[in-house]
């Protein structure tokens, strides 16, 4: 079993599987959601899906028992984000995420305005996005190494009140060893088939992979949405989980 899953969720509910649900509209992702089971995996809600439908279908989904991760990552002005973030606690969403990049001050900004909710969500700062290759960070002006940035802006993230942070699979195993186990790293870019991959990730990992490495939570998109029976992969993978 995965110790670091104990922390955030009761053992009924310890699964480290979080759904992408990337789907373009309510009617499409609903039925999908109907095929699932609140206590093998919790949902995310990426820019595409919370851009046609707003709140009204976040509510839905934590109404009928799941937990949510609103996936917007947030990078504005320290103000800005901090009331974004208290209106997603409001709602009752279990995780939201800010780009690290926005700093110190934006970062302890999110974590004071949800401090004493009474639901507060978990605040996950993203560090390099997973589609992100070494050439294209030096583009941006950063020549820093993949490792050493996510490093540093984890780092910062947890100095700065935060609860985790997004990072690939591959950066799970030295984050763990300096930033602690009560640190959550969300992990994208797991692939059920390596090898058959050829979607837009490209720091990637097998559940298995992942998991040894120190990862907390898995993002799966395709592999589930896409699956011919997406219970029995939910099943699959949080069997390897509680191994």
């Known amino acids: 079993m995965n110790p670091l899953m104990t922390d955030f969720q009761t053992p009924a509910q310890r699964t480290p599987v979080i759904v992408a649900l990337d789907f373009a509209n309510e009617q499409d992702t609903l039925g999908f959601v109907r095929t699932l089971d609140p206590g093998l ?15 009204n279908l976040a509510e839905k989904l934590i109404n009928q028992g799941f937990k949510l991760f609103l996936d917007l990552k ?3 002005i320290p103000n800005t984000v901090a009331q974004a973030c208290k209106v997603a606690a409001d709602m009752g969403v279990w995780m939201v995420d800010m780009h690290t990049c926005g700093g110190r001050r ?3 900004a999110a974590a004071e305005a949800v401090a004493n909710h009474t639901a507060k969500p978990l605040l996950i700062g993203v560090t390099v996005l997973t589609s992100m290759e070494q050439h294209e960070l030096a583009e941006t002006g950063i020549d820093t190494p993949i490792e050493e940035q996510v490093l540093r802006l984890a780092t910062l993230a947890q100095n700065s009140g935060l609860d ?3 990072c690939s699979a591959l950066e799970a195993a030295p984050l763990r060893r300096n930033l602690g186990n009560e640190f959550v790293l969300v992990t994208p870019g797991i ?9 837009d990730q490209r720091r990637i990992m097998t559940p298995a992979e992942a998991l040894a490495a120190g990862s907390t939570y ?3 998109g395709r592999p589930v949405t896409q699956a011919a029976d997406p219970i ?3 099943r699959e993978v949080n069997r390897v989980a509680n191994a």
Do not use: P, S, W
Not at 41 to 55: H, N, S, V, W, Y
Not at 191 to 199: E, F, Q, S
């Open 41 to 55: 995996c919790q949902l995310k809600i990426g820019k595409e899906l919370f851009t046609a439908t707003g709140r």
């Open 74 to 76: 947030y990078h504005d």
């Open 191 to 199: 692939r059920l088939d390596i090898a058959g991959n050829n979607d």
């Open 164 to 166: 985790g942070v997004v």
């Open 106 to 108: 934006m970062m302890e």
């Open 232 to 234: 029995a992969v939910l």
């Open 218 to 220: 898995l993002v799966m």
